[in-house]
C-alpha cells in the first residue's frame, strides 16, 4: 500500500494513523490535508477532524547534495503556499559553497527584516543536507538576488566607515553581521594597509571592528 486516507480528531493524531498504517516513520510521510471541520463556536467548544491523505515519501539513493537540496526547498515552499524556480551556480572553489539561488513571487515573505528569515532557512536546508549526506557542506541561499544587493550595501558602509577611521584614528564597529556578511567586510580590507578587521561577539552574528592598521605590530588578525 503506497498512501493511506485517514482522519483524526487533530493533525498529528491523523498523521500518527497515517504511520502505523504505512509501517513507516511520520518523518517519511508526504501529507495532503483534504479536509478540516470544526464544530462550534470559533472552534472553542464543539469537535473537530482533519482528515489527510499520506503517503511514503519517493526514496532516491543517488541523490546530489544540489538535488537534494532543490527538492528539500520546493518542497518547503509547496508547503507554505510558494512556488519556487531554483538554480544551484557552480560551486566556488574560492568560497568552496553551493549556492542555491531562488526567484519566487512574495519572496521578501522568506527574507525577512536584515535576511534573518532568510538565514534560518538557509540553516535548515545546511542541518538537513548534513543530516542526509553526513558531511557539513557550506551552503548559500539567495531569494530574488537580495544577497548581492545585501553585499553592494554592506561594501559601500564598510568603506564609508573606514573613510572615518582614517581621519578620525577611532575604530569603528558594524552592526551585527552574519558570517557570509562579516567576510565580505573582511575580504574588502584584506589587502588594505591603513585598515584591518576584526570580529567581535559571540553566536552566529558578530560586529566587525574596522580598525587602524597598527604599524608597530603589523596588521590585525581576523576571524
Known sequence: MDFVEVEGK???????????????????????????????????????KVRIIAKVKEVKENDSPEEFGIRFLNELGEHIGLSFSIKVSQINENLDRIVFLIQCNDGDILIGKDGDILE???????????????????????????????????????????DRVKRTGKIIKTDPLNPYERRI????????????????????????????????????GRR
Open 10 to 48: 487533530t493533525y498529528e493524531e491523523a498523521i500518527k494513523k497515517a504511520s502505523q498504517a504505512l509501517n513507516t516513520d511520520e518523518k517519511d510521510l508526504d501529507i495532503e490535508v483534504k479536509e478540516v471541520n470544526t464544530k462550534g463556536i470559533l472552534g472553542l467548544l464543539g469537535t473537530k
Open 120 to 162: 534560518s532557512l538557509q540553516h535548515l536546508l545546511r542541518l538537513a543536507v548534513a543530516k542526509k549526506f553526513k558531511q557539513n557542506l557550506k551552503i548559500l541561499v539567495d531569494i530574488n538576488g537580495y544577497r548581492e544587493k545585501r553585499k553592494q550595501y554592506l561594501t559601500i558602509m564598510a568603506k564609508r566607515l573606514a
Open 185 to 220: 567586510v573582511h575580504t574588502l580590507f584584506k589587502n588594505n594597509r591603513n585598515i584591518t578587521t576584526k570580529s567581535e561577539g559571540e553566536g552566529h552574528t558578530k560586529k566587525v571592528l574596522i580598525k587602524p592598521v597598527e604599524k608597530k605590530n603589523g596588521v590585525h
